[in-house]
Nanobody
Framework: QVQLVESGGGLVQAGGSLRLSCAAS???????????LGWYRQAPGKQRELVAT???????VYADDVKGRFTISRGNAKKTVYLQMNSLKPEDTAVYYC??????WGQGTQVTVSP
């Protein structure tokens, strides 16, 4: 079975940085490398929303409110997707989920940004 395990979440003050990682297992590196990967987030009482995606060719898409602050990247050999988050704001507080293609989700990792 495919599993996505996230790490790197935590508590940070506004303006700080965090680097999230999501390691995949139960999938080959070849399949992983051909898959679209994404990061999503969900705040309490709100709908889950797209943060960023990265294609198999490395093309990236970012939500408008994170452009210039967040960077998604992938390490295909390590079967890992990353999200570097800089200049964090309190409104970035949410549970962050990674996704592989359209059907596989990580368990989520909490990111809390204090004023």
């Amino acid at each position: 079975q495919v599993q996505l395990v996230e790490s790197g979440g935590g508590l940070v003050q506004a303006g700080g940085s965090l680097r999230l990682s999501c390691a995949a297992s139960g999938v080959s590196a070849i399949i992983f490398s051909s898959s679209v990967l994404g990061w999503y987030r969900q705040a309490p009482g709100k709908q889950r929303e797209l943060v960023a995606t990265i294609s198999a060719r490395g093309s990236t898409v970012y939500a408008d409110d994170v452009k210039g602050r967040f960077t998604i990247s992938r390490g295909n050999a390590k079967k890992t997707v990353y999200l570097q988050m800089n200049s964090l704001k309190p409104e970035d507080t949410a549970v962050y989920y990674c996704k592989l293609q359209s059907q596989y989700w990580g368990q989520g990792t909490q990111v809390t940004v204090s004023p």
